[in-house]
């Protein structure tokens, strides 16, 4: 396979094959030696504790569940698919921007990952910090597909450093910064905003595609994974209707996976107006 995501998925099988025997095996002990809050997604809960009333408190916690090496095995081997796509994204790209989205994606593979397998608060603050890594530099793919001037030279490169550092300092402050009691980079207003910003920028790149047909499977491919991330995300959360620690598939696991697959899907519809080299050809 000579496709960046080809070339990623053969380097990233045996990763994968060993992460899934650590999970079937997850030893038992005391590895974190605490844990967080409970918070949105169930893998780890009681099954009898997914669905309200009673609230959200800390007894929803499954003691076994907690007591091995990896507390939430699907939800920990799924964030693989954002090292996948972050590989391809590093094999493919020429662009700055392309490898900025890459490292950002690897980024949040890694912390979300050790975050899943931990359920410790230091570890989601590195899996937010990746979320919004990724969704600003994917804005800045988009705006590099609008520009040159924003894609190549020594301003892309800037830009790039410049957007990582607004991750960094947003997610650390996504709490602290308010206008009017206004929570202005709360993780789920950044994420709404990004998506509409992203559309836009997709549509107006869609201007100047040359191959229009492409550009609509391209979109047509995002949009369809992106729909079935979103649902698994909504979904596992406490109450809804994916609620199941003891489900083959985890609704978590869905979002991180097709959310993998979503970020290359909007990659490739800025492709198809030649930005950078795509994952799949």
Known sequence: MRSGIGRATLWCLPVLAVLVAVAFWNPVGDFWKSVEPPKAQCEAYRPDRT???????????????LNRLIREPQNTVSNLAYIVAGLALLISGRKPATGGLGLAAIFLGFGSGVYHASLLPEWRLIDILGVYAVLYLLLLVGAGALSSRIANGPVAWMLVVA????????????????????????????????????????????????????LGRALGFFAT???????????????????NPDGWVQGHAVWHTFGAIALLGAYEAFVRVEFDRSVID
């Open 225 to 243: 994974t992106a729909a079935i991330s979103f649902t698994g995300g909504l979904g596992d959360r406490f109450g809804s209707f994916w609620a």
């Open 51 to 65: 669905k309200p009333p009673p609230p959200l408190a800390d007894d929803a916690y499954d003691g076994v569940r």
């Open 163 to 214: 957007t990582w550092l607004a991750a960094i300092y947003t997610g650390i402050h996504r709490n602290d910064v308010r206008v009017a009691g206004f929570k202005l980079f709360d993780s789920t207003y950044v994420f709404v905003a990004a998506v509409a910003v992203g559309c836009v920028l997709m549509l107006l790149a869609a201007r100047r595609a040359t191959n229009r047909r492409a």
